[in-house]
């Protein structure tokens, strides 16, 4: 986890403004999940075999009767002679192995809570709990805010991160749709500046063809299964489809070698992904088709999609998305189809930085300088008109020495510096510094508010 600070924080804002603009313009609405879930949602949507699920969710247990052992066991170390530290994490080792022993066994199902790892499955499981499928058309929703997986961290892979998100529900699985989110995607990166974003695609297949597929290339992996590494010979047996995503140097030669989904697929399936291709050509959209890529949760059918972008290493997914029809049905809602995807801001925002693309995000605009007590009322005065037409400006809170004054504007990185002393105020003429240059301009207010505002490299 870290802390995201000014001025990388106006970066981080800006950012996630265009996506509210661009996600509004394509008839998206916003949704505000909660941050945590009951644990089932995400074993049901995500996969209990999945990485995420099995060994990444942050979870713990939700009852008022683990508070309470919790005091119990605090209780009974009092006399122990343990220093405070040490007798709450000493409590919390004997209520696990009072939780291992059968704590909760009289209790049905324990509450296990966790921190979201993503929100496609909170969205569905918000989709029917207020029975969004009455209402007209599809329905689309987008969502920006921290997701929790408990990762080795390294660059772009954090324990808390932030995605940007959209999901479409609703009765169509028309290609149209998948394509017209791809085309969202492309153009929100277009407008925040990212550049040298490649697109990768592929269907993974329905539940008619792709257990098929999967079982074909179990048979293939075993076959081969001696030039694989270890992890990957682990998921032959929980999960054969992620080893078409290893990484491993020496494995990919084998991986080439293995049956392609592509040529597996149902003939639905397969006039699906055509019509794709179909639908992203009429939108000009350039695409990779990649039959590796399989994605790490369960919940996909059909259409997976990454976006990968340069200056990040390893982890260069910005974005992963793609469809998961019947994913409502299996949460207990309506026959419902879905697509969407996620961004990792992290990455978007790191991306932008190694390539220099982040915006000019200067913190101050105008810095005013006083000098006086009827200065003062003048900056006072000036500093609120400029702040109302959406200027960042600085007024010292105490009388600052001129040398000084200046100095800290330039510190600050300000553009301006608004000098107002006796004689300025005498003259009925402010003095404009421009902190670049320090050229100066003596200006009245009116001129002085007509001359900032035209300045359109500001404001
Ligand atoms: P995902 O591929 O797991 O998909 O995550 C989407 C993006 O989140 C990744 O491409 C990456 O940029 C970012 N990300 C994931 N883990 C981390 C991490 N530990 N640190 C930094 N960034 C990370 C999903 O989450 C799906 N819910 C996407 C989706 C929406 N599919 C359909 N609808």
Known sequence: MRDILPPESAQWNRVEHIAREVFKAYGFGEI???IFERARLFERSVGGET???????????????????????????????????????????????????????????????????????????????????????????????????????????????????????GQSDAPAIDAELVEMLLHFFARIGLDGCTLYYNSIGCRECRPKYVAALKAALEKVKDRLGPDSQRRIETNPLRVLDSKVESEQAVIETLPRITDHLCAACREHLAALKQQFALRGIEGTENWRLVRGLDYYTRTTFEITAPGLGSQNAVCGGGRYDGLVELLGGPPTKGIGFAIGTDRVMLSLAETGRLADTAACDVFVTWMGAAAQA???????????????????????????????????????????GENEIAAGRYALKRLADAVQKELTEGELLEFLKGDRAIG
């Open 32 to 34: 505000r999940l909660p």
């Open 51 to 169: 990485e995420i699920v099995s060994k990444e969710l942050h979870m713990w247990i939700d009852s008022p009767r683990t508070n309470e052992a919790l005091r119990q066991a605090r209780n009974a170390l009092v006399h122990e002679g343990w220093t405070d530290e040490q007798k709450v994490g000493e409590a919390h080792k004997r209520l696990i192995e009072s939780i291992n022993s059968g704590f909760f066994d009289s209790m049905g199902e324990v509450p296990r809570i966790v921190l979201r790892p993503e929100a496609t499955a909170s969205v569905c499981r918000a989709y029917i709990e207020h029975g969004m499928h009455t209402r007209p058309g599809n329905t689309k929703l987008y969502y920006i805010g921290p997701m929790f997986r408990r990762e080795r961290p390294q660059k772009g892979r954090y324990r808390q991160f932030y995605q940007i998100g959209a999901e479409v529900l």
């Open 378 to 420: 003048h900056a006072i005065r000036l500093a609120r008109k400029l702040r109302d037409t959406g200027f960042r400006v600085e007024v010292p809170a105490e009388e600052m020495k001129f040398r000084k004054s200046l100095d800290l504007a330039n510190r600050l990185g300000a553009r301006y510096a608004l000098i107002i």
